[in-house]
């Protein structure tokens, strides 16, 4: 097991370097001369010439590959943004817990519903409950989170005023400029929001378990159990269950981490201002250091939730563990 | 009285294409401690038969009627929860292949625990040393270390071992045993044999071998039943089947067993294949392969009837005449000999 953690470990460092390596080269791919953005539109050739001094463009690429390695991993800095001097740390760090509140929220939302349907369903097949869950499914799947979001917006927000239309609470008390804050007025603006992420996703999950579920009880050891004389709760809940959320372990992180990387269609709709958006305003300004910033974090989520995902399925899979 | 008595059972599954008739009135006994093998091709029904007696069908889409008396209970109408008391406590089952039939995710010694305490409310402890004791009764090397592995450290022979201590660990009156060689190769399946013998004699449960190799049946069985295409075809002692076979396709299964002896000799199989229970075959099922066809059998479903009036337990369903039977295994069985010397 231990033998098993180390190499997972040593795979996520080579992950990592071999992403800051594309984020770099990035810089280089972009046809815009970043010394140009950073001393501005009115500048001259000589402004330009020293900034890029400052900003080691002059130097060869390898040493400033160097350098952003420096930045990165002694300085801890993601760099400044162009557009507005501030650092990408920051940026990140006020954007990041937004998103996170989503995704978090929405998959534990999603996992409450597609859990139980999905175990429904599969015990079930061709049963109205199932049909019903089925069609269900398709409309989650097939119906757009924008359109969803607005309509959850417009009918529950603004024709019944049952809760808050858009916006972002701070969780830790109002921040300058706002008018709410605190965990009740966060949890009733992140309502509508978890519910819009949670449709399409809970659509997803339910097919994948209930087939998942599905393919575990045509197993072999699952009619062992049963010839035990094991009641069809233990069957269920001891012999299928486990082994039948193997797959769903993988999705699930897989599927958190990528949405860590910017919720971008439920913040877009709910005026969140999370990494989906900073990425995007980023993307649309030529900001390369917040674009690497944004890049750089979502793929250390990525390789975390992946560790995890991995760990998680040794602990589950004992073949795993042991080869 | 017979330990288990099953009397005309019918098992039919609902599909997509109409009615499976998969048993189709099959009656047989077995007596305490003795071994019934059941034979015959894939899909004559003789596994299909063994889940039904064991309530394993799946309830949505299966029918069954009859009778499976065992211990005065009828097993087919035992309410689910009675039903499960029974399995694995006093009936039990192993299946054909030992590769999928452990849980991937749970040590031996966890599933072997398991099968001892869904019936005895006894502690973890104890449990064990039966796990234990059990392992060791099925000469699993080095028992005391590998409770604590799991299936997939284990080899194919070695985990169908696993399966017969899981079977036997509460001592059953009955073990079924599906195909319980088919997927271990030669060798290991002479050591699984030799291991079901002796524990039948160890622990006096009466076996189910269902199997399509007469090999299997040869060293283990006291009766055997013979069915083709959901009926039974023949059913006697193993001496009634082997040296006396009444049965046209009784024959065509000993005629089709490869032969060492004989050198270049091709393997005679049954020509043609079983028919489809979908929409099975008028008269006797067995007529469109049967050399011997004659008027009676495309119109007229023969009877499982005993062979004479001194050899009641040996009953076969054919419209043939017994003389000419009598003579044909006869001659079948002095060329079978001719060959092998």
């Known amino acids: ?323 | 009285m017979p330990l288990l008595d099953v009397v005309d059972l019918k098992t039919h599954f609902l599909t997509d294409d109409g009615v499976v008739h998969a048993v189709d009135g099959v009656s047989f006994q077995v007596e305490k401690g003795q071994t019934l093998a059941i034979v015959g091709e894939s899909g004559s029904g003789k596994s299909v038969t063994c889940m039904t007696i064991m309530g394993l069908n799946d309830r949505r889409n299966t029918t069954s009627e009859g009778q499976a008396l065992f211990k005065d209970r009828d097993l087919l109408t035992l309410p689910p929860d009675e039903m499960r008391k029974v399995r694995g406590n006093e009936i039990s089952m192993i299946f054909q292949d030992p590769m999928t039939s452990l849980n991937p995710v749970y040590t031996i010694g966890n599933q072997l625990r398991e099968a001892v305490t869904l019936h005895d409310n006894v502690s973890k402890q104890v449990a064990n040393r039966r796990a234990l004791e059990m392992l060791k009764a099925v000469a699993i090397p080095r028992a005391e270390t590998r409770l604590d592995d799991y299936p997939h450290q284990f080899s194919g022979g070695m985990r169908q071992r696993v399966m017969i201590a899981m079977a036997l660990i509460n001592n059953p009156d009955l073990l079924i045993a599906d195909e319980p060689t088919t997927a271990l190769d030669v060798t290991t399946q002479a050591q699984i044999l030799k291991l079901m013998n002796q524990l039948r004699r160890d622990f006096d449960s009466a076996i189910i071998l269902v199997t399509h190799d007469l090999g299997v049946v040869a060293e283990t069985a006291d009766d055997v039943l013979v069915m083709y295409a959901a009926k039974a075809a023949e059913v006697g002692t193993y001496e009634d089947l082997f040296y006396r076979p009444e049965h046209p396709y009784t024959w065509g299964l000993l005629n089709s067993l490869p032969r060492l002896a004989a050198e270049g000799a091709d393997l005679k199989p049954i020509p043609g294949t079983p028919p489809s229970l979908l929409r099975p075959p008028s008269g006797c099922r067995f007529h469109l392969r049967c050399p011997y066809v004659f008027e009676p059998c495309i119109p007229d479903v023969p009877e499982l009837l005993p062979v004479s009036g001194d050899d009641p337990d040996h009953k076969v369903a054919c419209h043939l005449a017994h003389e000419f039977r009598e003579r044909e295994a006869h001659d079948l069985l002095h060329d079978l000999m001719a060959e092998q010397r």
Request: hydrophobic share 50%; with cysteine.
């Open chain 1, 1 to 323: 097991m231990i033998r098993y953690v180390i190499r997972r470990l040593l795979w996520a460092c080579v992950l990592f370097f071999a992403i800051t390596v594309l984020t770099f080269l990035m810089f280089f791919v972009i046809p815009v001369n970043p010394a140009a953005m950073v001393a501005g539109k009115a500048a001259t050739p000589a402004e330009i010439k020293h900034v890029e001094h400052l900003l080691y463009l002059d130097q060869p690429v390898w040493k400033q590959y160097l350098h952003y390695l420096n930045q990165l991993f002694v300085h801890h800095s993601l760099g400044y943004s162009y557009g507005t001097r501030q650092s990408v740390n920051s940026i990140i760090g006020r954007a990041a817990p937004i998103t996170a509140s989503v995704v978090i929220g929405g998959a534990i939302m999603w996992m409450m519903v597609a859990v139980p349907v999905g175990i429904y369903s599969a015990l079930r097949p061709r049963s109205k409950g199932d049909r019903v869950a089925m069609v269900s499914v398709l409309a989650g799947i097939s119906a757009h989170p924008v359109w969803i979001g607005y309509m959850l917006s417009l009918i529950v927000g603004y024709e019944l005023g049952l809760l808050p239309i858009q916006g972002y609470c701070n969780l830790r008390g109002a921040s300058p400029g706002q008018s709410c804050g605190g965990p009740a007025d966060w949890f009733t603006h992140m309502i509508l929001p978890w519910i819009t992420f949670a449709i399409l996703y809970s659509a997803f999950y339910v097919r994948m378990i209930r087939s998942s579920v599905m393919e575990t009880l045509n197993e072999d050891y699952v009619r062992t159990a049963r010839a035990k004389g094991a009641s069809e709760r233990t069957v269920i809940t001891r012999h299928v269950l486990r082994n039948a959320m193997l797959p769903v372990v993988t999705m699930l992180g897989m599927d958190i981490a990528v949405a860590l990387g910017g919720a971008v269609f439920v913040e877009l709709v709910f005026g969140f201002p999370g990494l989906g958006g900073t990425a995007i305003n980023a993307v649309n300004q030529f900001d390369l250091p917040t674009i690497s910033g944004t890049v750089i974090f979502a793929s250390i989520m990525v390789i975390m939730f992946n560790l995890i995902v991995d760990l998680l399925y040794a602990w589950i899979d004992p073949r795993i563990r042991l080869t």
